[in-house]
């Protein structure tokens, strides 16, 4: 069984920094593409960041290129969301996800595993 569980949201101020993690079970984390999504305050989710099996290829939605990265580490089973210069839009609740392929995203059902979401929220 695929669990994900994130971790590391929370309250910060414009401008500040936030790095989220998740935490996935199960063999084949090391096979699996996996990205993040956000959905704010009476928003749809969108896309934010994915990452290859093997962590060589990354994607980022625009509004978050340049600030966000995305990154894993194998040996942990872990893919983390490093959050620099945060915006109050950037407010959601923060879902990691696994992919179905070696490579995934943007789109969410290329996902087939969800984690339960973090909320991060930017407000002075």
């Known amino acids: 069984q695929v669990q994900l569980v994130e971790s590391g949201g929370g309250l910060v101020q414009p401008g500040g920094s936030l790095r989220l993690s998740c935490a996935v079970s199960?063999?084949?984390?090391?096979?699996?593409?996996m990205g993040w999504f956000r959905q704010g305050p009476g928003k749809e989710r969108e896309f934010v960041a994915a990452?290859?099996?093997?962590?060589?290829?990354?994607t980022y939605a625009d509004y978050v290129k340049g600030r966000f990265t995305i990154s894993r580490d194998n040996a942990k089973n872990t893919v983390y969301l490093q959050m620099n210069s945060l915006k109050p839009e950037d407010t959601a609740v923060y879902y990691c996800?696994?992919?179905?392929?070696?490579?995934?995203?943007?789109?969410?059902?290329?996902?087939?595993?969800w984690g339960q979401g973090t909320q991060v929220t930017v407000s002075s």
């Open positions: 996800a696994r992919g179905s392929g070696n490579y995934a995203g943007p789109n969410s059902w290329e996902f087939g595993y």
């Open positions: 199960g063999r084949t984390f090391t096979s699996k593409a």
């Open positions: 990452i290859s099996w093997s962590g060589g290829t990354t």
